[in-house]
C-alpha cells in the first residue's frame, strides 16, 4: 500500500490535538468541545508538525 508523505503526515496530524496537561494524544474533530480522556482538561493544542512520535 503506497502512501505519499503528505497522506501520512495528515493522518497524523491532522483532527489530532495533544492536551497541555497531561500530552495525551486525542484526536478529535471539534478541539473547543471536546476534554481530554485521561485527566479531564480542557486545554488542547494542535500537534507540532515535525515532533518526532515516541516509537
Ligand atoms: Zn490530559
Given amino acids: 500500500m503506497a502512501m505519499l508523505p503528505q497522506e501520512i503526515s495528515e493522518r497524523l496530524y491532522k483532527n ?18 471536546t476534554k481530554c480522556r485521561k485527566c479531564g482538561s480542557k486545554q488542547l493544542r494542535a500537534v507540532k508538525k515535525g515532533m518526532k512520535l515516541k516509537k
Fill in 16 to 33: 489530532v490535538y495533544v492536551c497541555m496537561k497531561c500530552n495525551a494524544r486525542i484526536r478529535t474533530n471539534k478541539p473547543h468541545r
